[in-house]
């Protein structure tokens, strides 16, 4: 028998990441199947009929649910200490099941300043067609959160840590002052992974996560999900998923949830091998400055180990000759690859104005603190040494 998922709640996190979710069938499968179909068979009449009626459990339609599907829901469910959770076809379909379900015309989001770029585009360029309005906020100051929330305020939206900038938010913080309004949290906990941070438990209602990053890990597949803490707000935010489509596919299901079993060790390979490129890059003297909330010179040093187990492996920098310097350590790594993206078992590089947070524009930048010359850095699980080596050669060439 594989566990059951009630059972699979009181393991260790990396039983958790091997086992969670796999059903049981006939075949006594190790691994959960992938079920490749579309639709599926009914008994007769009265079988089909109960199944619509929700009188039945088994599966209908796969836009519905389908066993590989919510295999991997399962787990990410379990992993995050949630209740239940919501496979999407990306990170930003996990997004717009958050904002879709939950917003009305006339209410009001608040979003963390320097969220992820398309985050930011959604809520400031297409939300407001349906009347939902959205404050880009500094969620580190506590203060300016405070004096953004207004009578219509549904919803708060937090990274952290958010990038460029690698400012941390306090998610216990922030959820405490929401509950005295009866405003939602919503965490996008993209860059920690449930193996370093576990919002749910810091008191949000909601977890989101792309998907693409640390949960596969292996930049293959693009895809998101949104775990509830809540069981009785399923129903609606499944039913938001089935009108609109945006679910994920049994293949890509497959891979993700394949990804997860090795998801504390990539994880914790990755952070080990972030925390001693942030100290050698620290003391390069070419470098202006290091933005890593695993060093001691962050300012949020503190909060960091408070409410995470470690400090990810997203490192971002600036070096001394501004943009042209920048270019030209961009363009010479090798090992470390020129491309968007991150939280894979690779090491890449790139520009965030130019690249990632170009199309925010540049005042709402400024705001976020992301300068025209900051590199960003996704630090995979090659070696240590022969990433630091790579970066040495490059920052030679300034
Ligand atoms: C990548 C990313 C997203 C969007 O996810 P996609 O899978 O690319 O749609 C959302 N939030 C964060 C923090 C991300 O890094």
Known sequence: ???????????????QCVHSGTKNDCYGSVIQPIYQTATFRFKDADHGARLFQGADEGYIYSRITNPTVEAMEDAVAILEGGAKAIGCASGMAAVFTLVGSLLNAGEHIICTASAYGTTITLLQDVMPKYQVETSFINTHEIESVKKAIKQNTKLIIIESPCNPTMMLTDIAEICKIAKQHNIKVAVDNTFCSP????PLELGADYVIHSMTKYLNGHADVV???????????YPHFRSMMNNYGGVISPMNAFLVHR???????????????????AEYLEKHPKIEFVRYPGLKSHPQYELGIKQSKGSGSIITFEVKGGIEAGKKVINNTKLIQLAVSLGGIESLIEHPASMTHALMGEDARALAGITDGLIRLSVGIEDADDLIKEL???LGLI
């Open 223 to 233: 895809a998101g999900i949104i775990v509830l803490k809540d069981e009785d707000e």
């Open 1 to 15: 028998m594989s566990i059951s998922n009630e059972n699979a709640r009181n393991y260790k996190i990396a039983s």
């Open 392 to 394: 040495d050669y490059v």
């Open 259 to 277: 990804g997860i079993k090795t998801l504390k060790l990539r994880v914790e390979e990755a952070l080990k091998n972030a925390i001693k490129i």
């Open 195 to 198: 193996v370093l941070q576990k």
